[in-house]
């Protein structure tokens, strides 16, 4: 089992940056493909990033790239989401998200993550 838990969510203005991280209890995640998701208040959830097992291989939604960074740090058994220049549209509800992969392309589709965190709320204010 891996317990994961987000933080770092909170109220910022347009433009403004976040960094998100997640940690992970239970087990190592070396050999876990690791991924964001949101959710926005009446849609479904969608991809954001994720990244290899092994930090070689990054994806990322096209809404977001050249504005988010998906990093992790195995030592700490942490992925983390550095968000810049946010939108109000952005605001929602953030998940950390690992599935157990040797693949080196990360996933994409949320229904094929094992597990999942309790989400970090993100509101960006226009």
């Known amino acids: 089992q891996v317990q994961l838990v987000e933080s770092g969510g909170g109220l910022v203005q347009a433009g403004d940056s976040l960094r998100l991280s997640c940690a992970a209890s239970g087990r190592t995640l070396r050999s876990y493909t690791m991924g964001w998701f949101r959710q926005a208040p009446g849609k479904e959830r969608e991809f954001v990033a994720a990244i290899s097992w092994n930090g070689g291989s990054t994806v990322y939604a096209d809404s977001v790239k050249g504005r988010f960074t998906i990093s992790r740090d195995s030592a700490k058994n942490r992925v983390s989401l550095q968000m810049n220049s946010l939108k109000p549209e952005e605001t929602a509800v953030y998940y950390c998200?690992?599935?157990?992969?040797?693949?080196?392309?990360?996933?994409?589709?949320?229904?094929?993550?094992?597990?999942w965190g309790q989400g970090t709320q993100v509101t960006v204010s226009s």
């Open positions: 998200a690992a599935r157990y992969s040797g693949s080196s392309r990360p996933e994409t589709t949320g229904g094929i993550y094992a597990y």
